[in-house]
């Protein structure tokens, strides 16, 4: 199979895009002919499309909002489940408050921090729960044990090659590198607690592994 | 200055994803990315300074359209500075965004994802280095050990399957 003139085309217009769009790029050849604007516009949403936003730790919209994880403090789950049950909610009812409030939060979640497990060091939901429940905020906050686990799983997300495998998975899942690191983060905060500690390439190799696994099943699928 | 009755963490949270993506859009085609914080900044700044009165149809329709708005006024106000001429065709959407016009933007992006997905390896990895990155189409072709008419043709077919997706919504 040839390369046909549309082909040549469309690429010559990309190549001549100098981080401008597609569309503003081919605006002579493409004003008369809806088939290359289509292209072209196709070209510009694809690449809208695989942009996301900082890090959080690199926002300062997010540091402005209080949706950074403070190291240092976490949701304490006895103050919670004890506010909880002082207002007469129950967890699925406070869950739903804070789904509806713009959280993605479930039950779940909220069993587990009553648990004591997975406690979130995000002040902005841990504000949002201590309105839901009625109470001053600082009474649901309190000095984080300073997880060795959590500072060290902080340091692997923030590496490189963490940063590259989240953009493999966003690719795979199609979804957002944000969403794809915090997927990544997950299996690896699950890895940690299964015990056993395994150090940060010990880690990173087995995304790495699940990563090369899905991307390979998805390649011996497209051939 | 917020709203009591909105909580703008959670709403951020959960769509600042599409509104730096509608920034960096807007942003590129004057080579300015780098003020996407900026737009995205005052976006937020803007909506929790005057409410909407009554909760809007979508947060995520809102949010981006006001993103768009900050980040058309960065393209405007630069383009006035530099005394250089304001195309509005080529910046997308150049003219007052408004909600349905970004919930039209967001349908078409939620379209064009799976049909990103299920690319294979080599299409896949076309967009990302030639469509996305914009890298030279030749450095391209000698990492796959194709030609660089090849990449073109792959190009092509990444973009009709693209294209497809977001007219068919399939």
Do not use: C
Not at chain 1, 153 to 158: D, W, Y
Not at chain 2, 17 to 32: F, H, I, K, Q, T
Not at chain 2, 42 to 56: F, N
Not at chain 2, 141 to 156: D, L
């Amino acid at each position: 199979m040839h390369p046909d003139g549309k082909d040549e085309e469309i690429a010559a217009i990309l190549d001549a895009r100098a981080g401008q769009s597609a569309l503003a790029a081919g605006a002579d050849q493409s004003s008369e002919r809806p088939e290359v604007r289509d292209l072209l516009k196709a070209a510009d949403f694809a690449w809208a499309s695989q942009q996301s936003a900082p890090p959080l730790a690199d926002d300062p919209v997010a540091a402005m909002l209080g949706l950074v994880p403070d190291s240092e403090l976490e949701l304490d789950g006895k103050a919670l489940s004890s506010a909880r049950k002082n207002v007469g909610l129950t967890v699925s009812v406070l869950a739903q408050r804070l789904a509806a409030r713009g959280w993605e939060v479930t039950s779940r979640d909220i069993f587990a921090w009553e648990s004591g497990k997975n406690l979130t060091h995000v002040p902005a939901l841990i504000n949002a729960l201590a309105e839901e429940t009625a109470v001053d905020a600082d009474r649901l906050r309190r000095q984080s044990g300073g997880d060795p686990e959590r500072a060290r799983l902080a340091v692997i997300v923030g590496s490189e090659a963490f940063k590259g495998l989240a953009q493999r998975w966003a690719r795979i899942q199609g979804t957002t590198v944000a969403l794809a690191a915090s997927a990544l983060e997950s299996r690896m905060l699950v890895a940690v607690h299964r015990g056993g500690a395994p150090e940060a390439d010990v880690l990173l190799e087995s995304i790495e592994a699940l990563v090369d696994s899905v991307e390979g099943a998805e390649g011996a699928e497209g051939s | 200055m917020a709203d009591p009755s909105y909580d703008w963490a959670a709403l951020y949270q959960k769509h600042r994803d599409a509104m730096y993506g509608v920034a960096y859009e807007v942003l590129r085609g004057r080579g300015r990315t780098d003020l996407a914080a900026d737009a995205v900044q005052e976006a937020m700044l803007s909506l929790m300074k005057a409410p909407p009165a009554e909760p809007p149809r979508s947060w995520e329709a809102l949010l981006v359209a006001t993103s768009k708005r900050r980040a058309l006024d960065i393209v405007r106000s630069a383009a006035v500075v530099r005394g250089v001429e304001y195309s509005e065709e080529y910046v997308r959407g150049g003219a007052a965004p408004d909600e349905d016009e970004a919930m039209e933007w967001l349908e078409k992006m939620a379209q064009a994802r799976p049909a990103i997905a299920r690319l294979d390896a080599q299409e896949h990895y076309v967009l990302a280095q030639y469509i996305v990155l914009d890298r030279p189409r030749g450095d391209i072709a000698a990492e796959v050990g194709v030609t660089p008419a090849r990449i073109s043709q792959i190009s092509t077919r990444v973009l009709s399957k693209i294209n497809a997706a977001v007219k068919g919504g399939g």
